[in-house]
């Protein structure tokens, strides 16, 4: 048990060490080309080429793991520490400014290639996650893999522990400005969900779904798609 203290610390060590020296040097300066010659020493997999943008925080980076051609911007927060934690982020995905991605305890956060993650969006466990292939979540979405127990009103709810069902988003699906998904969710495969809608229940593939709670209004398959709803 020590052992694995000591480790766990000497990686903080090690990465805080690496993500200080090199995480603030600005992009003109060449920062991207030498955060992908050093970074691979922290992360559990660093494939080539990848463009990361100064002032982004990794926190449990062993537990990462980054593919090729992925983008991430200034700002964003990628938190994997705690237990049989793993973050994925596949090929030519996008993670844009001030994303905040974090695990709790034995969670599984999958965004699968050719994904677009918009600015100001969180993407929290402890619940598995998995975003699907060319999808787009645009700014300020928020998907939650975990819910608060409350039944007890004479106990504290942070008390009361937490469900975790997980969520999982199927490929190419548009999550409008604002979305948020809770936990035990299913949205389907080339699934449309209008801004500002909570999404509480599945939703069947190919469908456009708005509202508080969201409601699914159409199909894409027998309706002609509305023309925006971002």
């Not at 020590?2 to 040097?25: C, D, H, N, P, S």
């Not at 779904?209 to 027998?222: F, L, M, Y």
Request: proline share 4%.
């Amino acid at each position: 048990m020590k052992l694995k203290q000591y480790l766990a610390k000497f990686r903080r060590l090690q990465e805080l060490l690496v993500t200080t020296f090199l995480g603030g040097i600005p992009t003109l300066a060449l920062g991207p080309q030498l955060r992908n010659l050093i970074y691979c020493s922290i992360f559990a997999k660093l494939e080539f080429p990848v463009y990361i943008q100064n002032g982004v925080e990794f926190i449990g980076a062993n537990c990462v793991e980054i593919g090729k051609g992925v983008f991430i911007f200034k700002g964003v927060r990628i938190d994997a520490r705690g237990q049989n934690n793993r973050i994925y982020l596949a090929n030519k995905v996008a993670i844009e400014r001030n994303v905040d991605i974090g695990c709790l305890e034995n969670t599984y956060i999958h965004i699968d290639e050719e994904t677009f993650i918009g600015p100001n969006v969180c993407i929290a466990g402890p619940g598995n996650i998995k975003i699907g292939k060319h999808c787009m979540i645009a700014a300020h979405s928020g998907i939650y893999a975990n819910n608060h127990n409350f039944a007890d009103p004479l106990e504290l709810i942070k008390h009361q522990g937490i469900t975790r069902k997980g969520i999982v988003i199927e490929d190419d699906c548009w999550l409008g400005h604002g979305v948020t998904v809770l936990d035990g969710v299913t949205i389907g495969k080339g699934s449309v969900i209008g801004a500002g809608a909570v999404v509480t229940k599945n939703i069947p593939p190919f469908s456009v779904a708005v509202g508080i709670p969201a409601q699914v209004i159409k199909s894409r398959i027998c309706k002609e798609l509305v023309t925006s709803v971002d």
